[in-house]
């Protein structure tokens, strides 16, 4: 017997949600697929039950995995600031690896915040592109740009020779909007099926990397190209495709890469000795 009908109700509507949302217990395959509302049901119900009734059910599994997903998803992200400004103490011990990401640094004295804080000009100077893959980049990330602390925003401008190409990288942490300033660019990203989107784009046109997934550009226009890049954190992080598999320290093994990738060892070896001073 029931004390009241709410909880009547709610075990009525989780049955129905679980039933449409896929969920089979006792199974190794666990499908969780609530809509935002549903997973707000399922809390209230959760919340409401006065007795054993709901909990005695089969349904204590879902409630308690929801209960571990309900985590919100900005802090898989930069954090929300809590203040009008946090200027990025440079100087601290906080952070001895100078990552500054995850939570941020910690704020400067607010009496030590000057305009230039907030300023960065070094995006006005063309980068120098003669180097191997013919590409500059000038980043504005936290690092070098202190007023981005918590702000959860980065700059880049990238400068391309005829021909050049920023290799094959992701940024694990951040989304990039792609603005070109001139030339022509041969923009992509590859997502987890291996399946490649990637235009021409000109000045003044815009191109989007989703996060996380590999991404390119190619200069292949007559001339010089730049186009500036913001993405949404203070610091993406970078994972470069051909550094870190033919460049990392220690080495991975040539054989390793060979099987991988198909190749002859000597091959494998001949691409690390190119790439090992960059």
């Known amino acids: 017997m029931e004390k009241s009908g709410r909880p009547s109700q709610c075990l009525s509507g989780v049955h129905r949600i679980t039933e449409q949302s896929n969920i089979y217990l006792g199974s190794i395959y666990t499908?969780?697929?609530?809509?935002?509302h549903e997973v707000q049901e399922l809390?209230?119900?959760n919340m409401a039950a006065t007795s054993s009734t709901l909990l005695s059910t089969n349904l204590l599994l879902p409630i308690l995995l929801l209960s571990m997903m309900l985590v919100?998803?900005?802090l898989c992200s930069d954090a929300d600031p809590l203040q009008d400004l946090c200027v990025a103490d440079l100087n601290t011990t906080a952070h001895p690896?100078?990552?500054?990401?995850?939570?941020?640094f910690p704020c400067k004295a607010t009496s030590d915040v000057v305009v230039d804080d907030f300023f960065f000009d070094r995006t006005a100077v063309e980068g120098d592109t003669n180097n191997v893959f013919g590409v500059n980049v000038t980043r504005g990330d936290v690092l070098s740009f202190p007023g981005l602390n918590t702000i959860g925003l980065s700059i880049a401008r990238v400068d391309f020779a005829e021909g050049g190409v920023n290799r094959p990288h992701t940024h694990p942490r951040a989304s990039e909007m792609i603005?070109?300033?001139r030339g022509e660019l041969l923009v992509g990203f590859v997502t987890c099926a291996n399946v490649v989107y990637s235009k021409v784009v000109r000045k003044g046109e815009v191109f989007v990397v989703p996060r996380g997934l590999m991404h390119f550009q190619q200069n292949v226009g007559k001339g010089k190209a730049t186009y500036?890049?913001?993405v949404n954190s203070q610091s993406a992080g970078l994972v470069s495709a051909p550094l870190s598999l033919f460049a990392s320290k220690p080495p991975l093994p040539s054989k390793?890469?060979?099987?991988?990738?198909?190749m002859d060892e000597d091959v494998v070896d001949t691409v690390k000795s190119r790439l090992a001073n960059l």
């Open 179 to 181: 603005l070109v300033e």
């Open 43 to 45: 809390m209230r119900c």
């Open 97 to 104: 690896t100078g990552a500054g990401a995850g939570s941020g």
């Open 72 to 74: 919100p998803t900005a």
């Open 256 to 262: 390793l890469l060979a099987k991988a990738f198909q």
């Open 228 to 230: 500036f890049a913001v």
């Open 31 to 36: 499908y969780i697929l609530f809509t935002e």
